[in-house]
Protein backbone atom coordinates (compact mmCIF):
# COMPACT_ATOMS: atom_id res chain seq x y z
CA UNK A 1 0.00 0.00 0.00
CA UNK A 2 1.35 3.10 -0.99
CA UNK A 3 2.60 5.35 1.92
CA UNK A 4 2.29 8.87 0.87
CA UNK A 5 -0.31 11.25 1.64
CA UNK A 6 -1.67 14.52 0.37
CA UNK A 7 1.00 16.32 -1.43
CA UNK A 8 3.95 16.35 0.31
CA UNK A 9 4.07 14.02 2.94
CA UNK A 10 4.76 10.28 4.05
CA UNK A 11 2.92 8.59 6.75
CA UNK A 12 5.14 4.78 7.82
CA UNK A 13 3.06 2.04 7.73
CA UNK A 14 6.01 0.12 9.99
CA UNK A 15 7.47 3.50 11.63
CA UNK A 16 11.16 3.37 12.48
CA UNK A 17 12.22 4.33 15.94
CA UNK A 18 14.68 6.64 17.41
CA UNK A 19 17.24 4.10 19.29
CA UNK A 20 19.36 6.78 20.62
CA UNK A 21 20.67 10.36 20.00
CA UNK A 22 23.67 12.53 21.46
CA UNK A 23 24.55 16.17 21.92
CA UNK A 24 27.32 17.93 22.34
CA UNK A 25 27.34 21.36 22.21
CA UNK A 26 29.94 24.72 22.68
CA UNK A 27 30.31 26.65 26.41
CA UNK A 28 27.64 29.61 25.59
CA UNK A 29 24.43 26.78 25.04
CA UNK A 30 26.47 25.11 27.80
CA UNK A 31 25.16 28.44 30.37
CA UNK A 32 21.71 28.80 28.64
CA UNK A 33 18.71 27.94 30.07
CA UNK A 34 18.94 24.14 28.44
CA UNK A 35 22.93 23.87 29.45
CA UNK A 36 22.32 21.07 31.72
CA UNK A 37 20.44 18.89 29.66
CA UNK A 38 23.50 18.18 27.08
CA UNK A 39 25.27 15.62 27.04
CA UNK A 40 28.87 17.10 26.56
CA UNK A 41 29.81 20.85 27.06
CA UNK A 42 33.26 22.01 25.60
CA UNK A 43 35.33 23.48 27.99
CA UNK A 44 36.65 25.21 24.92
CA UNK A 45 35.33 26.10 21.79
CA UNK A 46 37.53 24.78 19.83
CA UNK A 47 37.40 21.37 21.55
CA UNK A 48 41.14 20.85 20.80
CA UNK A 49 41.83 21.77 17.56
CA UNK A 50 43.76 24.34 15.84
CA UNK A 51 40.82 25.72 13.44
CA UNK A 52 37.16 26.60 13.84
CA UNK A 53 36.11 24.22 11.40
CA UNK A 54 38.66 21.12 12.88
CA UNK A 55 36.65 22.17 15.66
CA UNK A 56 33.31 21.52 14.27
CA UNK A 57 34.39 18.06 12.39
CA UNK A 58 35.25 16.78 16.02
CA UNK A 59 31.77 18.21 17.22
CA UNK A 60 29.94 16.05 14.42
CA UNK A 61 32.80 13.03 15.35
CA UNK A 62 32.19 12.86 19.01
CA UNK A 63 28.13 13.49 18.73
CA UNK A 64 28.02 10.27 16.30
CA UNK A 65 30.32 7.79 18.22
CA UNK A 66 28.16 8.77 21.42
CA UNK A 67 25.22 8.46 19.79
CA UNK A 68 26.22 4.93 18.68
CA UNK A 69 27.01 4.12 22.34
CA UNK A 70 24.34 5.18 24.07
CA UNK A 71 21.99 3.29 21.20
CA UNK A 72 23.95 -0.13 22.50
CA UNK A 73 25.48 0.05 18.68
CA UNK A 74 28.54 -0.77 17.73
CA UNK A 75 29.90 1.43 14.31
CA UNK A 76 29.68 -1.63 11.93
CA UNK A 77 26.05 -1.80 12.98
CA UNK A 78 25.24 1.26 11.28
CA UNK A 79 24.43 1.12 7.57
CA UNK A 80 24.44 4.73 6.06
CA UNK A 81 25.04 7.95 8.25
CA UNK A 82 23.09 11.19 6.82
CA UNK A 83 25.55 14.02 7.49
CA UNK A 84 25.50 17.59 6.82
CA UNK A 85 26.81 21.01 8.17
CA UNK A 86 26.65 24.91 6.97
CA UNK A 87 29.83 25.14 6.14
CA UNK A 88 30.98 25.32 1.79
CA UNK A 89 31.13 21.82 0.48
CA UNK A 90 30.05 20.19 3.68
CA UNK A 91 33.71 20.24 5.18
CA UNK A 92 32.77 19.85 8.66
CA UNK A 93 31.18 16.24 7.83
CA UNK A 94 33.21 15.21 5.55
CA UNK A 95 36.73 15.68 7.68
CA UNK A 96 35.14 14.72 10.65
CA UNK A 97 33.04 11.36 9.96
CA UNK A 98 36.40 10.45 7.36
CA UNK A 99 37.29 7.68 10.43
CA UNK A 100 34.11 6.44 11.28
CA UNK A 101 34.89 4.33 7.82
CA UNK A 102 30.80 4.35 6.99
CA UNK A 103 28.64 4.82 4.15
CA UNK A 104 27.79 8.72 4.03
CA UNK A 105 25.39 10.64 2.36
CA UNK A 106 26.18 14.35 2.62
CA UNK A 107 23.58 16.44 2.64
CA UNK A 108 23.01 20.20 2.74
CA UNK A 109 19.57 21.87 3.92
CA UNK A 110 21.31 24.85 5.97
CA UNK A 111 19.83 24.96 8.78
CA UNK A 112 17.05 22.75 8.11
CA UNK A 113 19.25 20.03 7.67
CA UNK A 114 18.66 18.22 11.31
CA UNK A 115 14.80 17.64 9.31
CA UNK A 116 16.12 16.85 6.18
CA UNK A 117 18.71 13.83 7.20
CA UNK A 118 16.14 12.57 9.96
CA UNK A 119 13.20 12.27 7.09
CA UNK A 120 15.64 9.92 4.83
CA UNK A 121 16.95 8.19 7.52
CA UNK A 122 13.28 7.68 8.22
CA UNK A 123 12.91 6.47 4.65
CA UNK A 124 16.18 4.58 4.03
CA UNK A 125 14.65 2.57 7.92
CA UNK A 126 11.25 2.27 6.87
CA UNK A 127 11.56 0.90 3.00
CA UNK A 128 14.37 -1.49 4.48
CA UNK A 129 17.34 -0.28 3.28
CA UNK A 130 18.92 -0.35 6.39
CA UNK A 131 18.90 -1.98 9.80
CA UNK A 132 20.35 0.92 11.51
CA UNK A 133 20.72 4.81 10.05
CA UNK A 134 22.39 7.45 11.54
CA UNK A 135 21.27 10.78 10.73
CA UNK A 136 23.81 13.79 12.28
CA UNK A 137 24.21 17.23 11.58
CA UNK A 138 26.49 20.74 13.15
CA UNK A 139 27.25 24.15 12.89
CA UNK A 140 29.84 26.54 14.70
CA UNK A 141 29.62 30.08 15.71
CA UNK A 142 32.71 30.92 14.57
CA UNK A 143 32.96 28.98 11.45
CA UNK A 144 29.62 29.63 10.40
CA UNK A 145 30.28 33.62 11.06
CA UNK A 146 33.64 33.21 8.65
CA UNK A 147 31.15 31.23 6.08
CA UNK A 148 28.86 33.88 6.20
CA UNK A 149 28.95 36.96 7.16
CA UNK A 150 32.44 38.13 8.82
CA UNK A 151 35.74 36.32 9.96
CA UNK A 152 35.65 36.87 13.99
CA UNK A 153 38.99 38.89 13.57
CA UNK A 154 37.04 41.63 11.42
CA UNK A 155 34.63 42.41 15.09
CA UNK A 156 31.94 43.37 13.03
CA UNK A 157 28.47 44.84 14.97
CA UNK A 158 25.91 42.14 15.08
CA UNK A 159 22.01 43.96 14.29
CA UNK A 160 19.27 42.89 16.59
CA UNK A 161 17.61 41.16 14.61
CA UNK A 162 20.67 38.65 13.80
CA UNK A 163 20.43 35.22 15.16
CA UNK A 164 23.18 33.55 16.93
CA UNK A 165 24.77 30.49 15.43
CA UNK A 166 24.45 27.55 17.88
CA UNK A 167 27.93 25.86 18.43
CA UNK A 168 26.90 21.88 18.66
CA UNK A 169 26.40 18.60 16.69
CA UNK A 170 23.36 16.25 17.65
CA UNK A 171 23.33 12.68 16.38
CA UNK A 172 20.72 10.41 15.63
CA UNK A 173 20.05 6.61 15.18
CA UNK A 174 17.40 5.64 13.22
CA UNK A 175 16.34 1.74 13.37
CA UNK A 176 13.78 -0.99 13.45
CA UNK A 177 14.43 -1.66 16.94
CA UNK A 178 11.63 -0.85 19.17
CA UNK A 179 11.98 2.12 21.88
CA UNK A 180 9.62 4.97 23.66
CA UNK A 181 10.15 7.26 20.26
CA UNK A 182 9.17 6.75 16.41
CA UNK A 183 8.99 9.29 13.45
CA UNK A 184 5.62 8.08 12.24
CA UNK A 185 5.73 10.55 9.28
CA UNK A 186 7.17 13.19 7.50
CA UNK A 187 6.16 16.26 5.37
CA UNK A 188 9.34 17.47 3.07
CA UNK A 189 9.49 21.14 2.22
CA UNK A 190 9.52 23.30 -0.89
CA UNK A 191 11.68 26.22 -1.61
CA UNK A 192 9.70 29.48 -0.94
CA UNK A 193 10.91 32.80 -1.60
CA UNK A 194 9.28 35.63 -0.11
CA UNK A 195 12.22 38.23 -1.59
CA UNK A 196 13.93 39.06 1.07
CA UNK A 197 17.55 40.47 1.11
CA UNK A 198 19.02 41.08 4.90
CA UNK A 199 20.81 38.36 5.21
CA UNK A 200 21.03 39.58 9.10
CA UNK A 201 17.47 38.83 9.12
CA UNK A 202 17.14 34.58 8.89
CA UNK A 203 13.85 34.41 10.22
CA UNK A 204 12.12 36.65 8.23
CA UNK A 205 13.65 34.84 5.70
CA UNK A 206 12.69 31.23 6.87
CA UNK A 207 8.95 31.64 8.70
CA UNK A 208 7.06 31.54 5.09
CA UNK A 209 9.17 28.24 4.34
CA UNK A 210 7.82 26.77 7.94
CA UNK A 211 4.36 28.38 7.61
CA UNK A 212 4.23 26.04 4.12
CA UNK A 213 5.28 23.01 5.59
CA UNK A 214 3.66 23.43 8.62
CA UNK A 215 0.00 23.73 6.80
CA UNK A 216 0.55 21.14 4.27
CA UNK A 217 1.48 18.68 6.69
CA UNK A 218 -1.90 19.69 8.92
CA UNK A 219 -3.86 19.56 5.43
CA UNK A 220 -2.22 16.10 4.20
CA UNK A 221 -2.47 14.39 7.75
CA UNK A 222 -5.78 15.78 8.18
CA UNK A 223 -4.96 17.45 11.27
CA UNK A 224 -5.11 21.03 13.64
CA UNK A 225 -2.30 22.49 15.43
CA UNK A 226 -4.12 20.84 18.64
CA UNK A 227 -3.51 17.22 17.16
CA UNK A 228 0.24 18.02 18.26
CA UNK A 229 1.46 18.81 22.10
CA UNK A 230 4.40 20.90 20.35
CA UNK A 231 5.13 22.31 16.73
CA UNK A 232 8.53 22.87 16.99
CA UNK A 233 10.57 25.18 14.63
CA UNK A 234 14.05 25.15 14.36
CA UNK A 235 15.60 28.51 14.39
CA UNK A 236 13.03 31.13 13.67
CA UNK A 237 14.03 33.66 16.41
CA UNK A 238 11.34 35.96 18.26
CA UNK A 239 11.26 38.12 15.01
CA UNK A 240 10.59 35.13 12.89
CA UNK A 241 8.15 33.54 15.18
CA UNK A 242 5.55 36.38 15.27
CA UNK A 243 5.95 36.35 11.04
CA UNK A 244 5.46 32.97 11.62
CA UNK A 245 2.17 33.00 13.52
CA UNK A 246 0.67 35.98 10.88
CA UNK A 247 0.98 33.70 8.40
CA UNK A 248 -0.19 30.68 9.84
CA UNK A 249 -3.61 33.18 10.39
CA UNK A 250 -3.89 34.02 7.20
CA UNK A 251 -4.00 30.31 6.38
CA UNK A 252 -6.55 29.67 9.29
CA UNK A 253 -4.49 27.97 11.68
CA UNK A 254 -3.79 29.33 15.13
CA UNK A 255 -0.34 27.49 16.50
CA UNK A 256 0.31 30.11 19.01
CA UNK A 257 -0.18 27.88 22.07
CA UNK A 258 1.33 24.76 21.13
CA UNK A 259 4.51 26.47 19.06
CA UNK A 260 7.99 26.23 20.29
CA UNK A 261 11.02 27.20 18.63
CA UNK A 262 14.60 25.59 19.18
CA UNK A 263 16.26 28.57 18.59
CA UNK A 264 14.06 30.85 21.34
CA UNK A 265 14.59 28.08 23.98
CA UNK A 266 18.41 27.33 23.76
CA UNK A 267 19.55 30.58 24.92
CA UNK A 268 18.51 33.72 27.32
CA UNK A 269 18.68 36.55 25.17
CA UNK A 270 18.69 39.12 27.54
CA UNK A 271 21.78 37.87 29.73
CA UNK A 272 23.17 36.13 26.94
CA UNK A 273 23.31 38.89 24.25
CA UNK A 274 22.52 36.92 21.39
CA UNK A 275 19.60 39.00 19.90
CA UNK A 276 16.35 37.56 18.01
CA UNK A 277 17.85 33.66 19.24
CA UNK A 278 19.84 30.89 18.29
CA UNK A 279 20.20 29.23 14.41
CA UNK A 280 22.12 26.39 12.84
CA UNK A 281 21.44 23.28 12.10
CA UNK A 282 23.44 22.15 15.46
CA UNK A 283 20.44 24.36 17.05
CA UNK A 284 17.44 22.31 16.20
CA UNK A 285 19.71 19.07 16.33
CA UNK A 286 20.78 19.54 19.81
CA UNK A 287 17.53 20.59 21.26
CA UNK A 288 16.03 17.89 19.66
CA UNK A 289 18.10 15.40 21.56
CA UNK A 290 18.48 17.10 24.88
CA UNK A 291 15.38 18.36 25.60
CA UNK A 292 12.54 17.28 22.83
CA UNK A 293 12.83 13.34 22.67
CA UNK A 294 13.48 12.84 26.56
CA UNK A 295 9.84 14.34 26.69
CA UNK A 296 8.62 12.08 24.22
CA UNK A 297 10.36 9.26 25.95
CA UNK A 298 8.66 9.86 29.19
CA UNK A 299 5.17 10.49 27.57
CA UNK A 300 5.11 14.18 28.91
CA UNK A 301 4.21 14.83 24.91
CA UNK A 302 2.50 12.48 22.72
CA UNK A 303 3.01 13.99 19.55
CA UNK A 304 5.35 17.16 18.06
CA UNK A 305 5.95 18.39 14.35
CA UNK A 306 9.41 18.58 14.38
CA UNK A 307 9.88 21.86 11.30
CA UNK A 308 13.80 22.70 11.61
CA UNK A 309 14.18 26.16 8.90
CA UNK A 310 17.12 26.58 6.54
CA UNK A 311 18.08 30.04 5.00
CA UNK A 312 19.16 28.73 1.22
CA UNK A 313 21.82 31.45 0.80
CA UNK A 314 25.55 31.48 0.16
CA UNK A 315 27.92 34.46 0.35
CA UNK A 316 27.87 34.36 -3.75
CA UNK A 317 23.66 34.18 -4.60
CA UNK A 318 24.01 37.26 -1.77
CA UNK A 319 26.37 39.84 -3.16
CA UNK A 320 25.05 39.03 -6.62
CA UNK A 321 21.51 40.38 -5.62
CA UNK A 322 19.89 37.34 -5.23
CA UNK A 323 17.41 36.88 -2.12
CA UNK A 324 17.12 34.73 0.53
CA UNK A 325 14.65 31.38 -0.47
CA UNK A 326 14.26 29.67 2.77
CA UNK A 327 12.75 25.51 3.13
CA UNK A 328 11.57 23.95 6.12
CA UNK A 329 11.35 19.53 6.65
CA UNK A 330 8.21 18.73 9.01
CA UNK A 331 9.36 15.27 11.01
CA UNK A 332 6.38 13.90 13.11
CA UNK A 333 7.86 12.46 16.24
CA UNK A 334 5.51 10.35 18.48
CA UNK A 335 6.00 8.59 21.57
CA UNK A 336 5.70 5.02 21.73
CA UNK A 337 4.05 3.23 24.95
CA UNK B 1 40.64 73.27 23.89
CA UNK B 2 42.10 71.27 20.20
CA UNK B 3 41.48 68.10 22.82
CA UNK B 4 38.04 68.80 23.34
CA UNK B 5 36.92 69.64 19.94
CA UNK B 6 39.00 66.60 18.66
CA UNK B 7 36.97 64.17 21.44
CA UNK B 8 33.23 65.57 20.67
CA UNK B 9 33.76 65.86 16.74
CA UNK B 10 35.32 62.12 16.56
CA UNK B 11 32.78 60.87 18.99
CA UNK B 12 29.77 62.61 16.77
CA UNK B 13 31.45 61.26 13.28
CA UNK B 14 30.90 57.90 14.96
CA UNK B 15 27.86 58.43 16.73
CA UNK B 16 26.12 59.22 13.46
CA UNK B 17 27.55 56.11 11.96
CA UNK B 18 25.87 54.15 14.36
CA UNK B 19 22.76 54.99 13.74
CA UNK B 20 23.40 53.93 10.10
CA UNK B 21 24.39 50.96 10.82
CA UNK B 22 21.53 50.39 13.81
CA UNK B 23 18.88 51.95 11.41
CA UNK B 24 19.52 50.74 7.45
CA UNK B 25 20.12 47.64 5.99
CA UNK B 26 23.30 48.76 4.72
CA UNK B 27 26.22 46.47 5.76
CA UNK B 28 29.48 47.20 7.15
CA UNK B 29 31.35 47.71 3.75
CA UNK B 30 29.45 50.04 2.50
CA UNK B 31 28.82 52.43 4.99
CA UNK B 32 32.70 52.69 4.67
CA UNK B 33 33.32 52.97 0.69
CA UNK B 34 30.04 56.02 1.86
CA UNK B 35 32.56 57.36 4.18
CA UNK B 36 35.79 57.52 2.54
CA UNK B 37 33.61 59.03 -0.50
CA UNK B 38 32.17 61.55 1.36
CA UNK B 39 35.40 62.49 2.71
CA UNK B 40 36.74 63.11 -0.91
CA UNK B 41 33.41 64.86 -2.15
CA UNK B 42 33.60 67.28 1.08
CA UNK B 43 37.43 67.52 0.48
CA UNK B 44 36.34 68.71 -3.28
CA UNK B 45 33.97 70.87 -2.07
CA UNK B 46 36.68 72.93 0.13
CA UNK B 47 34.88 71.87 3.44
CA UNK B 48 36.40 68.99 5.05
CA UNK B 49 39.88 70.78 5.05
CA UNK B 50 38.45 74.17 7.42
CA UNK B 51 36.42 71.51 9.27
CA UNK B 52 39.54 69.29 10.32
CA UNK B 53 41.55 72.25 10.54
CA UNK B 54 39.16 73.12 13.95
CA UNK B 55 38.74 69.09 15.02
CA UNK B 56 42.26 68.17 14.53
CA UNK B 57 42.57 64.16 14.71
CA UNK B 58 38.88 63.98 15.68
CA UNK B 59 38.27 64.96 11.70
CA UNK B 60 41.00 63.23 10.06
CA UNK B 61 41.44 59.92 12.23
CA UNK B 62 37.77 58.70 11.38
CA UNK B 63 37.11 57.24 7.68
CA UNK B 64 36.18 60.42 6.11
CA UNK B 65 39.66 62.03 7.42
CA UNK B 66 40.93 58.94 4.43
CA UNK B 67 38.44 60.38 1.44
CA UNK B 68 39.82 63.68 2.25
CA UNK B 69 43.52 62.53 2.42
CA UNK B 70 43.16 61.05 -1.27
CA UNK B 71 41.73 63.95 -2.60
CA UNK B 72 44.13 66.40 -1.10
CA UNK B 73 47.26 63.82 -2.38
CA UNK B 74 45.61 63.58 -6.21
CA UNK B 75 45.07 67.41 -6.38
CA UNK B 76 48.57 67.73 -5.39
CA UNK B 77 49.91 65.21 -7.98
CA UNK B 78 48.03 66.76 -10.65
CA UNK B 79 49.07 70.30 -9.85
CA UNK B 80 52.74 69.11 -9.54
CA UNK B 81 52.57 66.10 -12.17
CA UNK B 82 49.52 66.79 -14.47
CA UNK B 83 47.23 63.87 -15.71
CA UNK B 84 49.43 60.85 -14.29
CA UNK B 85 48.72 62.35 -11.05
CA UNK B 86 45.59 61.25 -10.98
CA UNK B 87 46.39 57.56 -10.42
CA UNK B 88 49.58 58.35 -8.33
CA UNK B 89 48.63 60.95 -5.58
CA UNK B 90 45.89 58.66 -3.53
CA UNK B 91 48.14 56.66 -2.79
CA UNK B 92 51.30 58.33 -2.00
CA UNK B 93 49.61 60.50 0.42
CA UNK B 94 48.03 57.76 2.17
CA UNK B 95 50.68 55.37 1.99
CA UNK B 96 51.56 55.81 5.70
CA UNK B 97 48.17 54.97 6.72
CA UNK B 98 48.04 51.87 4.75
CA UNK B 99 51.44 50.44 4.71
CA UNK B 100 51.31 50.72 8.83
CA UNK B 101 47.82 48.56 8.56
CA UNK B 102 49.09 46.23 6.73
CA UNK B 103 52.27 45.43 9.12
CA UNK B 104 50.22 46.17 12.48
CA UNK B 105 47.41 43.75 11.28
CA UNK B 106 49.81 41.29 10.23
CA UNK B 107 51.86 41.39 13.72
CA UNK B 108 48.69 41.65 15.59
CA UNK B 109 47.90 38.24 13.57
CA UNK B 110 51.03 36.61 14.23
CA UNK B 111 50.23 37.08 18.57
CA UNK B 112 46.73 37.34 18.60
CA UNK B 113 44.71 33.87 18.03
CA UNK B 114 40.83 34.67 17.36
CA UNK B 115 38.28 34.48 20.36
CA UNK B 116 34.55 33.56 20.22
CA UNK B 117 32.40 36.40 20.51
CA UNK B 118 30.93 36.53 23.89
Given at each position: ?????????????????????????????????????????GEDDKFGEDTWEEAESTLQKEAASL?????????????????????????????????????????????????????????????????????????????????????????????????????????????????????????????????????????????????????????????????????????????????????????????????????????????????????????????????????????????????????????VSFNEGQSVPGIAHGVVIEHAG | MDY???????????????????????????????????????????????????????????LLGFGNTLWKGIQKAVDSDGFIGIF???????????????????????????????
Amino acid sequence: MSQTIGTQSIQFDQAPYILGSASIVGTKEGEGPLGKLFDVVGEDDKFGEDTWEEAESTLQKEAASLAIGKAGLEKDDIRYIFGGDLLGQNIATTFGLMELNIPLFGLYGACSTAGESLSIAAMSVAAGYGEQVLAVTSSHFASAEKQFRFPLEYANQRPLSATWTVTGSGAFIVGKKRTNVRITGITTGKVVDYGVKDSMNMGAAMAPAACDTISQNLMDFNRQPQDYDKIITGDLGTVGQEILFDLMKKKGFDISNVHMDCGIEIFDSESQNTNAGGSGCGCSAVTLSAYILPQLEKGTWKRVLFVPTGALLSTVSFNEGQSVPGIAHGVVIEHAG
Amino acid sequence: MDYVNAFWIGGLICALVQILMEKTKMLPGRIMVLLVCSGAVLGALQIYQPFQEFAGAGASVPLLGFGNTLWKGIQKAVDSDGFIGIFMGGFTASAVGISAALVFGYLASVIFQPKMKK
